[in-house]
Every structure is written in C-alpha cells, then in structure tokens.
C-alpha cells in the first residue's frame, strides 16, 4: 500500500514563500509512478491542479500559479517538493499531494493527507 507523507506549509504573509515536501513509500519494486503533484482546495471551491510532474516528462502547472511555484522532484525517488514564491491571498488552502501509480496494467491514485497554507494580508 502506497502512502503519501507531506509537510510544510504553515501561514505566510502576501508576497512570501512556503515549501511543501511530499515521499511516498511502500511501492516497492511493483507499482511505477507516472505522475506525482499537488492540488489545492479552497473552502467552497473544488479541488484544482497546482501542479504535476510527469516521469521523465515535463510539469504541468496551473495558469495562476505559472512563473511563481516550482514543483521538483528529488532524482530517482518518489519525492516531491512545491516551492511556492509570491504567494497571494487566492493561494490559500489545502495542499494535496497526488501520485499516479501503475502496476500490472492497473492504475492507482493517491492522496496526502493535506497541508494547510494560509496567506495573510
């Protein structure tokens, strides 16, 4: 069973940075990871991508947070981490970590358990 521990996080003012880390373990040699990402929901509003790296493929990132977020992924391990630069106030929420597994010709989807990121004026 594959599980996704972030961290980071935390209250920010406008135009400050926070950085979010997300490993998953327990893949083991039988699930392949695909992608590997963050999305956010505010309160009220959907979940929405922020941003989602593919496996020795490009990432993909939100329009809003285009130029500001970076999302990386550490070499050869399932690891992620979202640097967040010039936050607003609309970057506030819950932070998600995805990953997109295969094995055995079957797909799987994991969540973190969410990071709270709050943007103060």
């Known amino acids: 069973q594959v599980q996704l521990k972030e961290s980071g996080g935390g209250l920010v003012q406008t135009g400050g940075s926070l950085k979010l880390f997300c490993a998953a373990s327990g893949s083991g040699s039988i699930f392949s990871l695909n992608t590997m990402g963050w999305y956010r929901q505010a309160p009220g509003k959907q979940r929405e991508l922020v941003a989602v790296?593919?496996?020795?493929?490009?990432?993909t990132y939100a329009d809003t947070v285009k130029g500001r977020f970076a999302n990386s992924r550490e070499c050869g391990k399932d690891m992620v981490h979202l640097q967040m630069n010039s936050l607003i106030l609309e970057d506030g929420a819950v932070y998600y970590c995805n990953a997109d597994y295969s094995a055995r010709t079957r797909g799987f989807t994991y969540w973190g358990q969410g990071s709270q990121v709050t943007v103060s004026s």
């Open positions: 790296i593919v496996t020795g493929g490009d990432t």
